[in-house]
Structure formats: C-alpha cells, structure tokens
C-alpha cells in the first residue's frame, strides 16, 4: 500500500488530454513539492516535473502539473502514443522522514 | 551528459551481503545528494535512502523497511557512491536504480539499474 494514492490506470486517444491525480496527506504533498516521474517500457524512470509544476529541460510544455492542499495532478495535452508509460508521484513525507511515491498509473493511448 | 551507471547486481542468498556501486559523470558529484530507489519487478518505486553532500555533513537517511541493514557511502575522489546491504530478505529482490538526488526532494538523473535477487 502506497503513502501517496494513484489511479492504476487512465487512458485516451491521441490528441485528447488526460488528467492523473496524486493524494496524499498533510505530512506530505500538504508540506512539500511534488515531483512527477515517467517511466517507459523497459526504461529507467525519468523526471518529468518538480516543484509541483516545473519542467526540467526537454520536457515539453504538454506536460504540466499543479497542486492543491494535500492532492496533485499531472495534465498531459496533445497525447501521443509515445507517451504510454507508467506514471509515478513523489514527495517528501515530514512525518516519515521519508521520500514516498504513488503506486503508479499506466497510460494507455488508444 | 550526466550518467549514472550501477553495477554489482547478482543472486544472493537470504541473509546474505551484496555491494552495488554507482559511477557518476558529467556533473560535479560532490556538489549533489546522491541516493537509491528500488523497483519490485512489476511494482512500483520504493525509496531506499540518501547520502547528503560533504557541504551537507554527508548525512544519510534510510527507508523505514531497511534502516539497520542497507548503508550508503560516496567516494568523492572517485565519483561514486555505493549501497552496502547486508541481511538481505527475498523482499529485497528489485532493480536498483542510482539517482542524483536534488536536495531530498526529487531524483533527476537516474542510472538504468541493477538486478537484485535474493532467493535460496
């Protein structure tokens, strides 16, 4: 069971845009920043947001995060087929003395 | 171009120790935290802990589930850091990932991972 809760799965068709939410508590994503990793087929997981809503360079603008009180979500525009991956969420947890992630969801882009 | 490259995954017994080690480059590695995540194959992502820097007191901080086992420890000199894990567990079993990690916060750059599997 993960500190931080995520929908298994989201899907939708290429071009629409998908929504992917991430709660926790007030120990942790009501205290802290928020990060949001990509991780495709096979590959590593990647950084795809910090700081809530920040984009490390060569991240492109269709991914965009935000934050409010002890949830955040992960908007992705203009959907591609490359973009099915697992999707995770992380925080710090104050309480825990912990870094702590969601259990992932899997886009699928029909 | 930062890289991360671990190396030292193997079959290890129940009870047993293993060593895996992490090579950095393309960075100044003493500027950064630098720690590990571990994947239980078909799971999700489980903290492990962190090394701060040396401006930082190199402190490290564990994950509840291996604290007393697991130790972390960087070489400066050498751009590296390791991950010492001793009584290991079947629940151990996962691939090991090196992360630079920025300020506790997030994980930046990470390597492509190491297999861990603890089984008799």
């Known amino acids: 069971q993960s500190v931080l809760t995520q929908p298994p799965s989201v899907s939708s068709a290429p071009g629409q845009k998908v929504t992917i939410s991430c709660s926790g508590s007030?120990?942790?994503?009501?205290?802290?920043?928020v990060s949001w990793y990509q991780q495709l087929p096979g590959a590593a997981p990647k950084l795809l947001l910090y700081?809530?809503?920040k984009r490390p360079s060569g991240i492109p603008d269709r991914f965009s995060g935000s934050k409010s009180g002890t949830s955040a979500t992960l908007d992705i525009t203009g959907l591609q087929t490359g973009d099915e991956a697992d999707y995770y969420c992380g925080a710090w947890d104050t309480s825990l003395s912990a870094v702590v992630f969601g259990g992932g969801t899997k886009l699928t882009v029909l | 171009e930062v890289r991360l490259v671990e190396s030292g995954g193997v079959l290890v017994q129940p009870g047993g120790s293993l060593r895996l080690s992490c090579a950095a480059s393309?960075?100044?590695?003493?500027?950064?935290?630098m720690g590990w995540v571990r994947q239980t194959p078909g799971k999700g992502l489980e903290w492990v802990g962190h090394?701060?820097?040396?401006?930082?007191?190199?402190?490290?901080q564990y994950a509840a589930s291996v604290r007393g086992r697991f130790s972390i420890s960087r070489d400066d000199s050498k751009n590296s850091v390791s991950l010492q894990m001793n009584s290991l567990k079947t629940e151990d079993t996962a691939v090991y990932y090196c992360?630079?990690?920025?300020?506790?916060?997030?994980?930046?750059?990470w390597g492509q991972g190491s297999l861990v599997t603890v089984s008799s």
């Open positions: 090394i701060r820097d040396k401006a930082n007191s190199y402190i490290t």
């Open positions: 992360t630079r990690v920025f300020r506790s916060q997030y994980f930046d750059y």
């Open positions: 007030s120990s942790n994503i009501g205290k802290n920043f």
């Open positions: 700081n809530n809503n």
């Open positions: 393309g960075f100044t590695f003493s500027d950064h935290y």
